[in-house]
């Protein structure tokens, strides 16, 4: 037991020496000369605190909450699958959108002298996944006119009208390289036109073209739209989506991809150049005519010859009465 006592008073003399040497350290690390410490660390009577100071590494960007989104509220329901958001903020403040919807880029909007902005934003289909976008959410963020950032602000699960129907492929026309597609659709201003490569000759020639292959088209007052482009050689296949304006590249879809219509490009053929027939000025053949007037022509050898045959009976004749003479 005695042992026992030994042992346990010893080891804590241990920890107490162990205590006392780190303690030692750091108050050996803390304490510092007049030319050691921070200058920032003295107090107003010129005392030196004795202590270093210490730096906590904080984000401490000043950050505004005057960015507010005041129509329309979350969880409401939306007439048009295009929506106008609205809010303040100071004026001369740079306000940017994100949407669930394909990430094209929106520029950012500034807010007028009044400090009202307005972002207005169609919600595609989903397109080219071909599902139907249901829901809209949107986060807004920016800063204001000193560069200071808002805190971001979100409107969520807004509920989405149907998407408009597919537009309709009636027909695709070859001239060639040269491709018309032809349809219907109603309920955009613009048709996208998709084309896909199908063999492998479409696809060589798909792959040495940059991004997709796309043709635009006018949807027009009865609802019809014609789009051409150019193709190589090789089966292919076309699919159509309303846009919510003409630019093929940043418009959003507002209806879901039409089914693929195939169809095949083939070499442009050679034309057969026809023969040319030379046809000469009247007024320039009048002598030709009257050289080539054939008639005239077989009179006088006939005549020629009827001379020369009575010539020869007339010298045979006078030789047959000499010799009788004789």
Request: no cysteine; charged share 10%; aromatic share 6%.
């Amino acid at each position: 037991m005695k042992s026992l006592l030994l042992f346990v008073r010893s080891g804590f003399v241990v920890v107490a020496a162990a205590a006392l040497a780190v303690g030692g350290a750091l108050m050996g690390a803390s304490s510092a000369s007049a030319a050691d410490l921070d200058p920032a660390a003295v107090s107003a009577t010129g005392v030196q605190s004795g202590v270093r100071s210490v730096t906590l590494a904080a984000d401490l960007t000043p950050q505004s909450d005057q960015l507010r989104v005041t129509s329309p509220a979350s969880n409401s329901t939306s007439p048009s699958r295009t929506i106008t958001y609205s809010g303040t903020a100071p004026a001369g403040s740079t306000v940017h959108i994100d949407t669930n919807a394909t990430a094209y880029y929106r520029p950012d909007v500034t807010v007028d002298a009044s400090g009202v902005w307005a972002i207005t934003t169609t919600f595609e289909t989903g397109t080219p996944q071909n599902t139907v976008l249901a829901t809209a959410s949107a986060t807004f963020s920016g800063q204001d006119a000193n560069g200071i950032t808002f805190v971001p602000q979100s409107v969520t699960d807004i509920a989405l009208p149907s998407p408009a129907a597919a537009p309709i492929i009636t027909a695709v026309s070859t001239d060639g390289p040269t491709v018309t597609v032809t349809g219907a659709g109603a309920g955009g201003p613009a048709v996208a036109i998709f084309f896909s490569a199908v063999d492998a000759a479409a696809q060589a020639a798909a792959n040495n073209m940059p991004g997709s292959i796309e043709a635009t088209g006018v949807v027009g007052a009865t609802g019809t739209f014609s789009a051409t482009t150019t193709l190589a050689v090789g089966q292919w296949s076309a699919s159509a989506v309303l846009l919510a304006t003409t630019d093929v590249h940043t418009a959003d879809y507002l209806s879901l991809r039409s089914a693929d219509h195939p169809f095949t490009v083939t070499a442009a053929s050679v034309p057969v150049v026809p023969a040319t027939t030379v046809q000469l000025d009247p007024a320039s053949t009048a002598d030709t005519a009257e050289l080539a007037d054939t008639g005239s022509s077989a009179i006088g050898a006939l005549l020629a010859s009827s001379f020369l045959l009575l010539a020869g009976l007339a010298l045979v004749t006078s030789r047959r009465w000499l010799v009788t003479r004789r």
